[in-house]
């Protein structure tokens, strides 16, 4: 039976012995094969998702196959007296024997294995000089895998904010995603790995690409944290601006203004120009809403116009025709409703379709007279 893997059962962590692997003739080489395969577990499960957690490695099927728990649980203590892992918990390295303290204490405790393989202290002190450009937190005094979750962490933290971005950077005018695409790109080759070794060679080999990325997020972040809200509202002005093109070329004013806020829209690195548009934005879209009001007004004046005329219509066709009074009396009310309607409304799309409204009953009437 498969153990649980939130937990390692504590008859299994007594029987684990302390110290170096005690070589007995014609026994060695079997433990050391459960030690090689154990390691090269640990190895590819902490490369793939950083630290893993003993009652994880005691409880995979594929290590069940060949070896008991007992053996899996003995061969990593055996791999931690030896320095070729280390046990994690919370923030620092145990030891093996406050290893197996922590875990009789409470079974479930979160006792994490790491690979303790290191790099030269030249290419750590490299990588360390290249990250103070983009880590939030300090990391002089940092270990190496301390160090690598710091890193790990900022990396997450950008590729999860340019996940958020991603659908309205794919929307047209808005900016960041060639960037954002890229830097997804750059961030799964860079986190495939994430123990401390093959990450630490990770950010001197995409160096260049990663302080470039590390450069992008800042503005990046801003903008879609704080400037959207602006944009989003920017982008539809733009569009309505359209519909009164042929106005707002009749004012160089306004329409410089208007070239330079379309300047602005389709830069493909607009973050500094965010507060000129704020400033620009205002102005146009004054001289769109007197547009805008001045041709309410003349379609709100004909269409009112038109229906006068169709009810004076109406009125004379319903005496010719000596019409039933109750339907007449209906017909000229929903006319004068629409009428009443036309004049309150401030929306040109609604006094188009009032409009059409009165005509289709305009000419559904005399079609039954």
């Known amino acids: 039976m498969v153990k649980s893997s939130n937990m390692v059962p504590v008859k299994l962590i007594k029987q684990i012995e302390l110290g170096p692997r005690q070589m007995t003739f014609g026994f060695e080489n079997q433990g050391s094969k459960n030690c090689d395969t154990i390691f090269s577990t640990v190895k590819r499960e902490y490369q793939a998702a950083g630290p893993v957690l003993i009652a994880h490695l005691s409880s995979l099927p594929a290590l069940l196959e060949i070896l008991t728990p007992t053996q899996i649980l003995q061969s990593i203590f055996w791999l931690a007296e030896e320095m070729k892992i280390h046990f994690f918990l919370k923030d620092h390295t145990i030891s093996p024997q406050q290893a197996k303290q922590a875990l009789v204490k409470k079974p479930d405790t979160p006792v994490r294995v790491i690979v303790n393989r290191q790099v030269d202290r030249h290419t750590f002190e490299q990588a360390k000089k290249m990250s103070t450009s983009f880590l939030s937190a300090p990391s002089d005094q940092a270990d190496q895998y301390t160090f690598s979750r710091l890193v790990i962490k900022e990396f997450q933290t950008w590729q999860d904010k340019m996940i958020s971005y991603t659908p309205l950077a794919e929307q047209n005018f808005f900016p960041g995603g060639k960037e954002i695409k890229n830097g997804l790109i750059l961030l799964k080759k860079v986190l495939e790995k994430q123990d401390s070794h093959s990450m630490i060679l990770s950010c001197l080999k995409y160096q260049t690409r990663i302080l470039q990325l590390a450069e992008t997020m800042s503005p990046l972040v801003e903008f879609y944290s704080q400037k959207v809200s602006f944009w989003q509202t920017f982008v539809g002005q733009m569009t309505a601006f359209k519909t009164d093109l042929g106005e707002i070329k009749k004012n160089t004013q306004i329409f410089s203004t208007y ?16 507060a000129e548009a704020e400033d620009l934005l205002t102005g146009v879209q004054d001289y769109h809403l007197q547009i805008q ?77």
Do not use: W
């Open 259 to 274: 070239n330079r806020l379309l300047e602005i829209i389709t830069s493909p690195s607009p973050y500094q120009l965010v």
């Open 293 to 369: 009001r001045k041709k309410m007004k003349t379609l709100r004046s004909g269409a009112l116009a038109k229906i006068t005329k169709m009810i004076k219509k109406l009125s004379g066709l319903f005496e010719t025709f000596d019409s039933d009074q109750e339907y007449r009396n209906q017909c000229l009310y929903d006319l004068r409703a629409l009428k009443a309607k036309i004049e309150k409304s401030n929306c040109i799309e609604d006094i188009i379709s009032l409009s059409n409204d009165a005509k289709d009953l305009f000419v559904d009437v005399i079609e039954e007279i």
